[in-house]
């Protein structure tokens, strides 16, 4: 099936730092979704995307719908150790169903 | 207000034996969905309900089935498990209204098969 390329897979940083991290797919998408999961607990929507070019904003968490509709951006600013997490990304395709395509995730590690 | 609820919290099984996952949500949602999800690989989506009476196959249907019991409840039941089936089970929901995507998970199901 298809699915998201998430990237980088992994990275660890310090705290303080700021976090890039982005999803791609060969698709165009009327929705992005982001992620986070804690080990042993169920992903938490941390921002949802509607439009292309739209910037959305949750605390120290920014991400961005790509102009052409086929990426998106998570940025976290000024990481902290709670930050430590697998970040991933859902798009809905424009196919007339609710369905979702998920990334792969991104895993997190903030040194102190 | 709960949100969405799954039980058991973990689960071993021997191989050909049956067991229904249990999901509910408490946020008046009409779609639901149910998905498995394995080391290195995104979520994939096992079924879906648009609304109550309705169930859709996603993409790895095979060896499961799903009841719509009520608007609230979801159920997936595994009739012969097989050790592919070991993963980790995510239920979620989404809100009603045009336009609105965004799906809100429950805290998952760990399911060995030896």
């Known amino acids: 099936g298809q699915q998201l390329n998430q990237s980088p897979q992994s990275m660890f940083i310090q705290e303080g730092e700021d976090v890039s991290m982005n999803c791609t797919s060969s698709?165009?998408?009327?929705?992005w979704l982001w992620y986070k999961q804690d080990p042993g607990e169920g992903p938490v929507l941390l921002i949802a995307l509607y439009k292309a070019g739209e910037l959305t904003s949750n605390g120290r968490l920014t991400a961005q719908f790509g102009i052409t509709r086929k990426d998106s951006f998570l940025n976290i600013s000024a990481s902290i150790p709670s930050d430590v997490g697998i970040y991933f990304c859902?798009?809905?395709?424009?196919?007339?169903?609710?369905?979702?395509?998920f990334g792969t995730g991104t895993r997190l590690k903030v040194l102190a | 207000n709960a949100g969405v609820t799954q039980t058991p919290k973990f689960q071993v099984l021997k191989t050909g034996q049956s067991m229904t996952l249990q999901c509910a949500q408490d946020m008046n949602h009409n779609s639901m969905y149910w998905y498995r999800q394995d080391p290195g690989m995104g979520l994939r989506l096992i079924y879906y309900?648009?609304?109550?009476?309705?169930?859709d196959k996603g993409e790895v249907p095979n060896g499961y089935n799903v009841s719509r019991l009520n608007k609230r409840e979801f159920s997936l039941r595994l009739e012969s498990a097989a050790p592919s089936q070991t993963s980790v089970y995510f239920c979620a929901s989404r809100p009603p209204g045009r336009g609105i995507n965004e799906q809100y998970f429950g805290p998952g199901t760990r399911l060995t098969v030896t």
């Open positions: 309900s648009a609304s109550e009476g309705t169930t």
């Open positions: 859902a798009g809905r395709p424009f196919s007339g169903t609710y369905k979702y395509i």
């Open positions: 698709s165009i998408f009327n929705t």
